[in-house]
């Protein structure tokens, strides 16, 4: 089946579903798959989670390619869904387009962002990415015995740059010296999923010494995590919790709590506020994970490390560079 013929048909269906589908919300992940084991999974599991707790149904969507955005959303908006939950930057632009269209409809972009006075029925959920990051740099650096860590990111974009920053950052706060190496996977949206780079970039960091590497990549980040177990170093997940991938190589993983944001989204349904919301550490939008698969990697002195930076970060004692806000970082050179 052709990808467009695939992509008909799931529209056909929404589009002869639209009475029953009334109210019910929508989800349109971003490229690189719902079960990416990161960024769409938690999502979906937000989603799922929705259902769970209310008995409600939702519809959902995995792109294919980049001209399916908009029209996911059109199919969605005319159908009835709301709200029309979307994951990734890269449909802020899709949704700006046809948000006047559909005034009745409550559009929710996940790391993007819509001018909320020129539409108003658009919600754009932002995470401090950079907070988090901080944390788990912190941890890379009390873990390595090399003095080196390493980052990887999916494509080369101010938002994963943030993570970047903030990582060097939290790992410069606890050594000084350590050298952290930074490489992005590629400039397009194949570089989310691409696992094969993943892994020759951790190779490639391994050889110059990294014995800790956070990959901020989405489904490219499986192979880094994959490689860094075989290895026999630290890796460290992103998103939704990936300790479990590796027990006993997943340093921790870096939160972010894009499955409590759809819920929310969902849940509200066409009551939703609209707006601009940013969830950080002092909203437990973003965070550091510890569980039965990496209690014995995480030392209590880490920990204690961690907590205090945390609440130093959320008392505004302690600023963490975002990237964003500037195209800058003052602990790595990209």
């Not at 929705?50 to 519809?59: K, L, M, V, W």
């Not at 046809?98 to 932002?126: C, M, Q, R, W």
């Not at 110059?208 to 490689?227: E, K, M, P, S, Y």
Request: proline fraction near 3%; include cysteine.
């Amino acid at each position: 089946m052709t990808l467009m013929k695939h992509f008909l048909g799931a529209t056909t269906a929404l589009a002869a579903s639209a009475c029953a589908a009334l109210a019910d919300p929508a989800l349109i992940y971003d490229l690189g798959g719902k079960f990416d084991k990161s960024f769409n999974e938690a999502a979906y599991n937000g989603a799922e989670a929705y259902a769970e707790a209310t008995g409600g149904s939702y519809r959902d969507i995995e792109l294919q390619s980049e001209a399916q955005r908009e029209q996911a959303l059109r199919r969605f908006a005319e159908a009835g869904f709301n709200p029309v939950v979307t994951t990734g930057f890269s449909m802020s632009s899709p949704i700006a387009s046809v948000a006047a269209d559909y005034p009745d409809t409550k559009f929710v972009t996940i790391d993007g962002f819509v001018d909320p006075e020129e539409h108003p029925n658009v919600k754009s959920i932002l995470f401090s990415e950079h907070e988090g990051s901080y944390l788990v740099g912190m941890m890379a650096a009390m873990a390595s015995e090399t003095g080196t860590v390493g980052f990887v990111g999916g494509m080369d974009i101010p938002l994963i740059r943030k993570f970047a920053c903030g990582y060097a950052q939290g790992a410069k706060a606890v050594n000084g010296d350590v050298t952290v190496i930074s490489n992005m996977t590629g400039t397009t949206p194949a570089a989310w999923n691409d696992p094969v780079k993943g892994s020759e970039l951790t190779k490639a960091q391994i050889s110059q010494g990294a014995d800790v590497i956070f990959a901020a990549a989405g489904g490219t980040g499986l192979g880094v995590l994959q490689t860094a177990a075989d290895e026999g170093i630290y890796s460290i997940g992103v998103d939704s919790n990936q300790n479990h991938l590796h027990p006993g190589s997943v340093l921790t993983s870096m939160l972010k709590r894009v499955d409590v944001a759809v819920e929310e989204a969902m849940t509200a349904g066409a009551d939703l506020e609209t707006g601009v919301e940013v969830l950080g550490l002092a909203e437990d939008g973003v965070g550091v994970a510890v569980d039965e698969n990496n209690e014995d990697l995480v030392t209590e002195e880490m920990m204690a490390a961690v907590e205090e930076a945390k609440a130093s970060i959320v008392a505004g004692d302690t600023e963490v560079h975002d990237y964003s806000s500037d195209d800058s970082c003052p602990a790595l050179s990209f």
